[in-house]
């Protein structure tokens, strides 16, 4: 075990007594590369529906998708994550793997107005299914299934739909089991080789993703997600579920949400080294927001040190609705 001289040999002070210093020898620094600002396209022009507990976030049409694009490389984050919200859902999800769907319209039109934006889908069926789970609903009397293995078929579909629409990273966020497997495999079956896998590895069943049901009107109309998404209580059982995404061909693994579970972050980071992404989701950002807008807390601080914490935990990517402010705060 190392042991430090100690005082008056040892003064740590010492490399805090300025703030060149201090920027000299910290061990963490963000950076606007790292951040992902999540985006919700839903069919139309010109509509830009502002989301209640998410100030500052709105469901966009494609046009308006355009616009935030361009603000966002303005304030050098180069990458977005697209939900999609249709006008229509049906118990198959059939929008979410349309070649005109929304994702995939919207895609089209990113990659040619800004090729050099880096284009990340959320492939789920949530928010294309009537009664708002990720998986295909069988009843049996008063109990209801979300069944796994036919659910994979239209995971894989939509990942190829987004992929032939010229999406740049694919981001399976439904936590059924084997769906980056089944992603992995239809890919390259088209001839997709190249393109990477974002898993949303250890996605937990979360309260905190309250605001988000409103963005993506994606509520279940009955019972949970507790049977698919990862229970609170569970750590080890986190790092299982990465590793069998890993083996089944992810590229990169997320962790989801970020603060309350910075344990598995950094632990996720430690056993497999992958590149690891962080989503700080709505509920993380609406409560920093609420104390800033009261005056209870300095929003700018604290979003910039519950991100720093994030990044510190070993989070490379962070995905975060409040990107742009970040980044145009660490560049001033």
């Known amino acids: 075990m190392h042991h430090a001289p100690e005082f008056p040999v040892q003064r740590p002070r010492r490399l805090r007594s300025s703030a060149l210093l201090r920027d000299f020898v910290a061990e963490t620094n963000l950076r606007s590369a790292r951040f992902v600002l999540p985006l919700f396209a839903r069919p139309g022009k010109g509509i830009r529906k ?5 100030p500052g976030v709105f469901q966009l049409s494609p046009d308006e998708i ?44 990113l990659k040619r107005e ?23 609903v069988e009843k049996r009397g008063q109990r209801a299934d979300i069944l796994n293995d036919p659910t994979l078929k239209l995971l894989a579909k939509t990942a190829v739909s987004h992929a032939a629409a010229g999406a740049d990273i694919i981001a399976p966020s439904d936590m059924m089991d084997g769906r980056v497997k089944a992603i992995r ?12 896998i974002m898993s949303y590895a250890a996605k937990f069943a979360s309260a905190f993703y309250g605001p988000f049901r409103e963005a993506a009107e994606s509520t279940p109309q009955f019972g949970d997600r507790r049977s698919y998404q990862m229970d609170a209580r569970n750590g080890n059982e986190a790092l299982r579920e990465v590793a069998l995404d890993v083996a089944e061909g992810a590229d990169m693994v997320m962790v989801k949400p970020a603060l309350a579970y910075l ?7 430690t056993e497999f080294g992958l590149p690891t992404a962080a989503y700080a989701v709505s509920a993380e950002y609406a409560m920093i927001k609420a104390a800033g807008e009261r005056g209870w807390i300095d929003e700018r601080a604290v979003m910039l040190e519950s ?7 070993g989070a490379d990517i962070i995905i975060t609705y409040a990107a742009r402010e970040l980044s145009r705060w660490m560049n001033e």
Request: proline share 3%; glycine share 8%.
């Open 50 to 54: 502002a989301i209640g507990a998410m």
């Open 66 to 109: 355009l616009k935030e694009a361009e603000t966002a490389l303005a304030a050098n984050v180069n990458a977005v994550l697209l939900f999609g919200i249709p006008n229509q859902k049906d118990d198959n999800a059939s929008g979410a793997y349309a070649k005109n769907g929304i994702v995939q319209e919207t895609v089209r039109k």
């Open 114 to 136: 800004f090729p050099d934006l880096l284009v990340i889908t959320d492939v789920c069926l949530c928010e294309y299914m009537s009664h708002g789970h990720c998986g295909i």
């Open 185 to 196: 495999t239809a890919l390259d079956e088209y001839g997709l080789t190249h393109l990477p």
């Open 263 to 269: 344990d598995i972050i950094h632990r996720v980071r």
């Open 307 to 313: 991100h720093l914490a994030m990044h510190r935990a």
